[in-house]
């Protein structure tokens, strides 16, 4: 079959929603289907460009440009009229496929492609990754972005046949419809993965104590604060732990962390700021645990973390609350320490947890947190449940 793959993502390498949608398109190639992909944010890289087409990884993507804007009016349309280039190069294009598979679009996007799909007898696959909260928009629950948002999520959704959803809490809502659940997905055999040759970071590289790191661009639900604040309490009786942030700038960190902390502390907590996407793997290898540290809400239920399978994948065991399905991946002691809640005297205690583990068990669970990457989080573990959730399409 020939597969649109479309949303809002900036493929290839753009966000973390462009490196979903390629380990799912990898699924559908390797059992023999021809993916096409339409971004709706981005930029072409010329090493892809073949004869006038842009292709990654053997997959042939286009890019709408529609959600990479700035101005005011653009905005506006987005929520009135939204993503008119895609709508065109769609309406244009859309003969040539059998299925069209959206990720995670607005109300008005969903209508217009139930319609289209249903005009021209296309199969339609929503992958569907989040449920957006209040305090995402602005005025909250009384802005009218919000409503639509619910609206989409309650009602336009459940009109989809077909879903890919993320959790099993998003799978048990949309339980009427024909449902492949796919966590967050790798390819192990990218390099990325298995070259984790060493770099020349002294700060990093001399430091003899127990890492921890955080990876990523911190929102609210991350609670980064409350981590540092955590740490914070327990280099007052050791400075055998450090703390490494992977995406925030030491001129960004005073919003964590007071300046005469970090001054004090600068051996204990290491501002890296951003980094290449392809040397984050190497960050977690080279740390003892990473941090997941998210409170139990319904965002954090319907979402699952990223930073989860690229910490696995990376040989690092996780310091984290149990949120969306962490539970059917995680196992306390052996690849995770799970602690009770987000708050600071719970992450305390996890830490503590850390230093109280010899080397060898920290060797140990680093070698079972890779084995649960190997076998839970790469692609090619889904191809079957795949390929039957293609064949009962509907």
């Known amino acids: ?27 559908f190639r390797d059992l023999g289907h021809s993916i096409h992909v339409l971004s709706f944010g981005g930029k072409y890289r010329e090493e892809d460009c073949v004869e006038g087409r842009y292709i990654y990884d053997n997959i042939s993507y286009k890019i709408s ?20 280039n895609a709508r065109r190069i769609i309406r244009s294009t859309i003969k040539e496929y059998d299925i069209l598979i959206v990720y995670n679009t607005t ?3 969903n209508m217009f492609l139930q319609n289209i799909c249903r005009k021209h007898n296309k199969k339609l696959v929503l992958d569907l990754t989040e449920w957006p909260d209040s305090n995402e928009t602005p005025g909250g629950k009384w802005c009218p972005i919000y409503w639509m948002s619910e609206l989409n999520m309650r009602y336009i959704q459940k009109r989809f046949k077909n879903i890919i959803p993320i959790s099993r809490f998003l799978n048990r809502y949309y339980s009427g419809s024909n449902n492949l659940i796919l966590p967050p997905l790798i390819d192990i055999k990218d390099s990325k993965w298995n070259n984790f040759a060493a770099r020349d970071m002294p700060e990093l590289n001399n430091y003899n104590g127990v890492r921890i790191i955080f990876a990523g661009t911190p929102a609210k ?8 604040e955590a740490l914070l309490r327990v280099l007052k009786s050791t400075s055998k732990i450090q703390l490494l942030v992977v995406g925030v700038s030491q001129e960004q960190a005073v919003d964590y962390c007071p300046i005469d902390e970090m001054e004090k502390y600068r051996q204990n907590l290491i501002f890296l700021g951003k980094v290449p ?14 941090a997941i540290i998210r409170s139990h809400s319904r965002k954090n239920t ?7 399978v690229e910490s696995m994948a990376a040989g690092c065991p996780v310091l984290m609350t149990l949120t969306s399905d962490l539970g059917y991946y995680a196992i306390d002691g052996k690849n995770a320490l799970i602690i009770n809640d987000d708050s600071v005297n719970s992450i305390e205690q ?32 889904y191809l079957k449940e795949s390929n039957l959730f293609l064949n009962k399409i509907r």
């Open 1 to 27: 079959m020939k597969i649109l793959y479309l949303g809002l993502f900036r493929f290839p390498e753009g966000d973390a929603a462009a490196s979903r949608v390629l380990n799912n398109i990898r699924i």
């Open 65 to 84: 440009n529609d959600i990479d804007t700035h101005s005011w009016s653009e905005r506006i349309l987005r929520y009135t009229y939204p993503y008119p």
């Open 107 to 109: 109300l008005q996007m």
């Open 221 to 228: 639900k991350d609670l980064l604060g409350n981590l540092v």
């Open 277 to 290: 996407q392809s040397l984050v793997p190497y960050y977690y290898h080279i740390s003892d645990f990473s």
């Open 302 to 308: 319907a979402g699952f973390p990223t930073k989860m």
């Open 350 to 381: 996890g830490i503590y947890r850390i230093l109280s583990l010899s080397k060898e068990q920290i060797s140990s669970m680093k070698q079972i947190a890779r084995i649960t990457g190997e076998t839970k989080f790469d692609y090619r573990a």
